[in-house]
C-alpha cells in the first residue's frame, strides 16, 4: 500500500466519521427541541396510559402531562384508573395532580428511582359485592393457559412521599388520609396461570408519618410480605412500628364472597401514643401486651 493510498483512505474515513458525527447531533438536538419544547407530550401521554393500562388492567386518563427535562421532572394533571365499577360511582384511583421527580440510580444497571412522589387529592375506592366480585381490575396475561406466568409489574423505590388531601373510599365508608414518608420500596409480581393469577408484593416503609386535622403527627413503618389472588389475600408477615407501639402480624382470608380470616399476631401497645396523639393528657400511662391466633368467620351475607 503507497503512501498516497493510505492518505486517500484516511481522508475517507474522517469524511465519514464527520458525517455520522454530524447525522447523530442533528437528531439529538432535533429530539430535544422536539420534546423540550412540550411537542412530544401528546406522544408521551399516550405511551403513559398504554403502560398504566398494561399494568392494572384497567382503563387510564389522564388530563394533561408536562416534562421538565433538565430538572427531570414530571407533572401529571387530572389523572384517573378505572376499574370495574358501575357507571355514575367513584373510580378505583384518581388523583387531582401527580409530581415526580427521576433520579437514576444506576444509568448502565437500568435501576430508576423516584427522588420524591407528591399526590394531590388521591382517591381510592375498592368495593366488594356480597357474591366476592370486586372492582379491582386484572392485567393482561398470556394466551397459554397452563404455562406459568412469572413477570414483575414493577420494583418501586421512592425517597419522599407525600399523599395530600386524599380519602379510602371502601364500599360505602370513606376514610381521609394525609400520609408523607420516606423511603420507600414496593414490589408486586405476577405469578400462577391465567386461570389462577396470583400477585406476590412486597412493601418496606420505614419512616412514615400519619397527619390529620384533629390529632398529631404518628410516626409509623411498615413491612410487609403479601400473597393476592382472584378470591382471596394472605399476609404471609407484617411488621407495624406505631409511636412506641408494635405489632407483628400473619393473616390469610380465602373468599370475598363469604370472608373467613385466619390470624395471628403478638406486640404490644403503649398508651404514651394515645396521650400524644390524640391530644388527651388525661389518658393514663402503661403497656399493653397482646398476642392471639384464631380464626374470625362473617356470614352477615
Known sequence: MTRETRRRKWRWLRHVVW?????IFLIVTG?????????????????LISRLEQMTGGKVELRALSIQWLA?????????????????????FAAEQVQAGLQIDSFWGRRISLNELFIEKPH???????????????????????KPWPDTLFQLRIRRLLLA???????????PITVQGVDLRLGLDA????????????????????????????????SAKFTLWRDGFALEQGVLSAGHSHLDAQAEMNSFSNPQWSFRYRGWIDLLDFRETLREPMVPTGRVDAALCGLSCDRAH
Do not use: C, M
Open 191 to 222: 405469578a400462577g396461570t391465567r386461570d389462577h393469577p396470583l400477585y406476590l408484593g412486597n412493601l418496606d416503609w420505614q419512616t412514615t408519618q400519619l397527619t390529620s386535622k384533629r390529632y398529631a403527627p404518628l410516626p409509623v413503618s411498615l
Open 19 to 23: 458525517i455520522l458525527g454530524a447525522k
Open 165 to 175: 388531601d386524599g380519602w379510602v373510599l371502601y364500599n360505602d365508608t370513606k376514610t
Open 72 to 92: 427531570a421532572r414530571a407533572t401529571i394533571k387530572g389523572l384517573v384508573i378505572h376499574g370495574r365499577e358501575s357507571a355514575g360511582t367513584e373510580p378505583l
Open 124 to 146: 381510592v375506592h375498592i368495593r366488594v359485592e356480597k357474591s366476592g366480585a370486586t372492582n379491582l381490575p386484572a392485567p393482561a396475561r398470556p394466551a397459554s393457559i397452563n
Open 31 to 47: 429530539l430535544v427541541i422536539f420534546l423540550g419544547s412540550g411537542a412530544g407530550n401528546p406522544l408521551l401521554s399516550r405511551l
